[in-house]
């Protein structure tokens, strides 16, 4: 193989000192991936990215009568780039691509910041790949200037990738002087998810991955499939491919972070209630309070289990929280905590009872109607907390009149004092108080639902002004 190798870069050279071959490149797009193998390995070092032997859905391209893929060299740090006038939410989630897919492997790509990108509209960066007058780096956007609809029709087309090949002649290389994508910049204001799964796929191409099914793998689940056959994130599949590329990360990973997931609108299934995915960190975690969500191959979900969820990165990051903060936050918003009690004003109202709530009267409130033939169950489920917490629970009946839960009386009335369930406790408590209490068998009407936690020794005079997590929700008894 060298000598065939030698006799071709050898004529190569002479045709181009003879001015007959100036040098070339080429550019394909939505392309897709890379992988490892030393022995594909050339003569110079001097680029970001270099050639490895093809595998499963790696982009390929034919260089000196060979196919080959291309891949970032393992330890460079690739820059990524925005423009100028991208959005918060393109921005995010461009950040949060780039944390899914370092955390699978030992890539490095890095958020930079912003820039004009303006330069590479007109042509999608096809003069400045030819030129080599830009950094090696990935150039992301969702600019909606006109110029920008030649290499992104947003009639047909939600993200299109630019992978630009130059081949250097003289050092018998092939390699990557700049990626350009261009997201449709519509999908922030349709759907959250759409926008970050578009983005995830984009970066997969980046980075060296293509589409399964142009390489026969029609039903493989992966984020660079398309929606009849795709996960919405990463996938086994292509955590083989990255690990294939880029080998398993030893170094730390960027910060981890949890957020609630829905399909994208173009997937044909819905994950399950309370299913959060991570991004950040090194795969995989260890995870507590929650089961892997495992359909399509998902490699990133979960599934909360209980009213609370703790996290360990195995780059030792940690990450915690309630589970009930997921009908509360916002579409995407990182849930990751530092303690169970972080983050000073956490109050939160739910107009029914919600699955997974630390005080939880049964899934017969959870659409906010009990009905005669139904029953209440009366459960208790607090994380372990990494200082002393107390903690206060209140009911509301219908006619007014408040009561305290105590550990060691049961519901004492309310009368001007607070009345705490337990002082000064570490966790984790899982407790039963009733179960299976005819509903009827209570007066009918609005019930509340009143939890209260603070560090330990907090004056009750001035709780609201530092940590604490409050929750509270309502019910109604209806009987014939």
Avoid at 199 to 217: M, R, S, Y
Avoid at 455 to 470: A, I, M, R, V
């Amino acid at each position: 193989m060298s000598k065939k190798y030698t006799i071709v870069i050898t004529y190569l050279c002479f045709l181009i000192s003879q001015g007959t071959v100036p040098g070339f490149w080429f550019q394909k797009r939505d392309v897709v991936h890379i992988l490892v193998d030393s022995k594909a390995q050339f003569f110079s070092i001097s680029h970001k990215s270099e050639i490895v032997h093809p595998y499963r859905y790696l982009e390929t391209e034919n260089f000196l009568w060979k196919k080959v893929s291309l891949r970032w060299r393992p330890g460079i740090t690739v820059p990524i780039y925005i423009d100028l006038r991208d959005s918060e939410a393109f921005e995010t989630a461009v950040k949060r691509a780039i944390k899914i897919w370092n955390s699978l492997g030992e890539i490095h790509l890095q958020y930079k910041g912003r820039r004009d990108l303006s330069a590479l509209f007109d042509d999608c960066g096809e003069e400045e790949a030819y030129e080599g007058t830009w950094e090696e780096a990935i150039y992301a956007t969702e600019n909606k200037e006109a110029a920008t609809y030649g290499c992104l029709n947003p009639h047909y087309e939600e993200g299109v990738t630019y992978l630009y090949y130059n081949i250097d002649l003289w050092g018998a290389e092939i390699y990557w002087p700049l990626i350009v994508i261009f997201i449709d910049s519509n999908l922030k204001n349709s759907s959250w998810t759409d926008l970050q799964t578009t983005v995830i796929h984009e970066f997969g191409h980046a980075i060296g991955l293509d589409h399964p099914f142009n390489h026969g793998e029609l039903l493989t689940y992966s984020v660079m499939n398309y929606y009849d056959y795709e996960t919405t994130y990463t996938s086994k599949s292509d955590l083989e491919l990255i690990r294939y590329l880029y080998q398993t990360r030893q170094s730390p990973g960027d910060p981890l972070e949890a957020f609630q997931a829905h399909y994208a609108t173009m997937g044909y299934n819905l994950f399950p209630e309370a299913t959060f995915c991570l991004a950040g960190g090194v795969y995989p975690p260890m995870v507590t309070g929650a089961q892997p969500f495992t359909s399509f191959d998902h490699i990133l979900c979960y599934q909360a289990l209980s009213s609370w969820v703790e996290i360990r990165s195995s780059d030792g990051q940690d990450c915690k929280f309630w589970t009930a903060k997921m009908f509360e936050a916002a579409n995407g918003q990182n849930l990751c905590q530092e303690s169970f009690l972080q983050g000073g004003i956490q109050h939160e109202y739910w107009p029914y009872e919600i699955p997974w709530a630390p005080v939880s009267v049964g899934e017969s409130a959870q659409d906010g109607w009990v009905s005669s033939e139904e029953t209440l169950d009366f459960r208790l489920s607090f994380p372990p907390f990494e200082t002393p917490a107390d903690i206060y629970i209140a009911v509301s009946l219908p006619d007014e009149t408040w009561y305290f839960l105590t550990s060691d009386q049961g519901f004492i009335p309310f009368t001007g004092t607070l009345l705490p369930y337990a002082f000064g406790v570490l966790g984790p408590i899982e407790k039963d108080i009733f179960s299976d209490l005819p509903a009827c068998a209570l007066p009918e009407g609005i019930y509340g639902v009143y939890f209260l936690v603070l560090p330990s020794g907090t004056n009750l005079q001035d709780w609201e002004k530092g940590d604490y997590f409050f929750g509270y929700y309502h019910f109604q008894i209806v009987c014939p």
